[in-house]
């Protein structure tokens, strides 16, 4: 029986050994052959250690280690819209269980662990040959690696399988090591990895240009780990979804059900969780005492300086920013690319109203506030007037210049904005969703991108995130916000062009207007204090499309609202006397069924795209399910690790809260 729930497959470990010794061997002809590769004969020194870890970036799935857009990462949420709707998330009963695949999964888990395995023991006793600082690190890298494995599984399923080592292909073994364990021992295992690859890693990593992870990367990891699992504790205390609370599925199995929490309580595990993320995230931010400057303005011709803030995001090397700390450079030569900025340059990345409105004016003020100076919303030039610079520099205009013609190659680049293509006509294809383009990560060299194949790095961590994560734990734990955390909060806003004096800010929100266009204004269907509010009102506009959004929101638990009242996902104004938008007559249709190219005004002044016409699935919002704040795993894991193979009771594996286990049904 081929227990594929927990065990790699030989082509898995036999692709790595070969990339390995294709990394450390230029003379193929010096190769030790395949078939006599074994644990004994590689990872043995530090260039073996160095391309294995090398080659396990592959599984390091985060924006700038794939070959596709960063920037789109954030779809599908209160931030961000893709062209279509997502139908299963927002859906009740379109998102199902899965007969076989999901996030049930151990590839890359059994690859760090089999580096660790045969490892470990040759590093202590001395036996693997190279400079031991690099050694060291390798070691480190590959402990972060799977502690970063392991983080996507908690985020997805929860409770999963602490498993330290490679398992046998024997069903009873692997059996036993599907046991679940509860989420909150997850995120202690993960923190736990980290701090070996902290204790490992160097400050600057080997290849010098950051494109390596960095003790400050694993710093930095850590204290998003900790406040995603103290949040989530805090905010789903008394429900299934964490550790002994009512109904939670993990209680029916012997091997959980008398569990007890490390600290005593879920409250003192919450509060770990909170020390750890406050601990690492300050080491982090005061190792980055300063951010990037930002000069206020877009650059629009060869003589005008660059702004450093927003190069940061579309530079071919990023390695010269302090606060970048791990980003991925790509080699056109190589054929190392991604799709970045041939999806910026077409409007494909694009921002709600809900986030375009949660920017501050440049006095600190919201919107709405009286005295405010908002210049209202009838052309994107009147809503990024005095209002906060992220705002204005990555939200397109029409008009802008996109492209400077450095390098002389303009091959593919749209070189000055048009209007949003929010429908097609006369050969412009329709890409846009909202009307509200993004330009972050944008590069103004079109050389970067030759035929639609782009060298722009993209950016993994940076430090501000640090001084983010210390702000939000500061004041989850102690209810108020230290000097530290005011300290960085104010940096952060200098640094965006806003005033920096967030009380003011504070006293001005009205939480009830914000939640009509923000999620992350509610924790569990509640509205959350003004404090608290501005705290991931910052945090939303620092580091938009930077693919943190889903993963705020589930940890919030700020989607239980929408289980009664839809939200509709909306764009720019389209409609109105004032509007200073124009189109060919004839292209903005409405109330014509599938010929529909906008929505209709009577439903909103704000462009609906996914209501277009009453068959969309979301045509009257987006739903939410309590079930869809975890993935459910798919039948067959059930079915392998049960007694006869069929009798899902005698599983180890329990699923998770409002789902069931039958595939093609959809939660509860």
């Not at 700390?325 to 990345?349: C, F, I, M, P, T």
């Not at 009838?378 to 992220?390: G, N, W």
């Amino acid at each position: 029986m081929k227990n594929s729930h927990i065990r790699l497959t030989g082509i898995g470990i036999s692709a790595i050994v070969l990339l390995i010794f294709n990394s450390c061997n230029k003379d193929f002809l010096d190769q030790t052959p395949l078939s006599n590769v074994t644990p004994e004969n590689y990872l043995n020194d530090e260039s073996q250690l160095g391309a294995y870890a090398t080659t396990s970036y592959s599984f390091f799935e985060t924006p700038g280690f794939q070959q596709e857009s960063y920037a789109n990462f954030d779809d599908n949420t209160d931030n961000q819209a893709s062209i279509y709707a997502d139908n299963l998330r927002y859906a009740p009963g379109q998102f199902k269980v899965g007969q076989t695949g999901g996030d049930w999964d151990f590839t890359e888990i059994y690859n760090c662990n089999y580096f660790l395995e045969n490892v470990l023991p040759k590093w202590k006793e001395g036996k693997i040959s190279g400079n031991t600082t690099n050694i060291d690190h390798y070691i480190g890298e590959m402990y972060f690696l799977r502690a970063y494995a392991y983080f996507k599984r908690l985020q997805s399923i929860g409770d999963f399988p602490i498993v330290k080592t490679t398992l046998p292909d024997n069903k009873e073994v692997l059996t036993e090591a599907s046991e679940r364990s509860p989420r909150n021992e997850v995120a202690r295992f993960i923190l736990g990895d980290l701090d070996s690859a902290i204790a490992l890693l160097q400050t600057v990593s080997p290849d010098g240009r950051k494109n390596r992870i960095s003790k400050l990367c694993a710093q930095l990891f850590s204290s998003r780990v900790a406040l995603y699992e103290a949040t989530w504790l805090k905010y789903f205390n008394g429900t299934a979804f964490v550790p002994n609370g009512p109904g939670w599925p993990g209680k029916d199995k012997a091997y959980n059900a008398g569990y007890a929490f490390p600290s005593g309580s879920i409250e003192g595990e919450i509060s770990f969780f909170l020390d750890k993320a406050m601990t690492n995230s300050k080491l982090v931010a005061d190792a980055v005492p300063a951010l990037v400057t930002n000069t206020g303005y877009l650059q629009q011709s060869p003589s005008e300086a660059i702004n450093p803030y927003y190069d940061m995001f579309a530079q071919t090397d990023m390695s010269i920013y302090p606060e970048v700390l791990l980003w991925r450079a790509y080699d056109l030569g190589k054929n190392v690319v991604n799709g970045n900025n041939e999806v910026l340059q077409n409007s494909r990345v694009n921002i709600t109203r809900g986030l375009v409105d949660g920017f501050l004016m440049k006095n600190g003020l919201p919107i709405y506030a009286p005295s405010s100076g908002y210049a209202g919303d009838d052309s994107t030039r009147l809503v990024r007037k005095d209002r906060d610079e992220r705002l204005q520099l990555f939200l397109k205009e029409p008009g802008q210049k996109n492209v400077l013609y450095f390098s002389g190659q303009a091959t593919s680049a749209v070189p000055v904005e048009p209007r949003s293509p929010i429908v097609s006509y006369g050969g412009v294809q329709k890409n846009s969703p909202t009307g509200y383009d993004i330009r972050k990560g944008l590069n103004f060299d079109d050389g970067t991108c030759v035929n639609n194949r782009n060298t722009t790095g993209t950016l993994v961590f940076r430090a501000v995130e640090a001084y983010l994560n210390y702000m939000e734990a500061s004041y989850e734990k102690n209810g108020t916000l230290d000097a530290a955390a005011q300290a960085y909060w104010r940096a952060i806003r200098t640094r965006a062009g806003v005033d920096p004096d967030f009380d003011k800010t504070i006293a001005a929100t009205n939480v009830s207007r914000e939640a009509l266009n923000d999620w992350g204004a509610y924790s569990g269907g509640q509205l959350i204090d003004a404090t608290l509010y501005n705290i991931r009102r910052e945090r939303r506009c620092e580091l938009m499309a930077e693919a943190l959004r889903f993963m705020d929101l589930r940890r919030w638990r700020a989607m239980d609202q929408m289980i009664t009242t839809p939200y509709h996902i909306e764009g720019f104004k389209l409609w109105g006397p004032h509007i200073q938008y124009t189109y060919p007559s004839g292209s903005l249709v409405y109330g014509a069924g599938d010929a529909s190219t906008v929505s209709d005004p009577s439903r909103s002044l704000y462009l609906r795209s996914f209501e277009l016409t009453p068959t969309s699935i979301v045509y009257d919002g987006y739903r939410w399910n309590m079930a869809h704040y975890l993935n459910p795993i798919a039948v067959q894991h059930f079915l392998i690790t049960s007694d006869n193979g069929a009798d899902i009771s005698t599983s180890p594996i329990y699923q998770n809260p409002g789902w069931p286990t039958v595939a093609g049904q959809g939660a509860q």
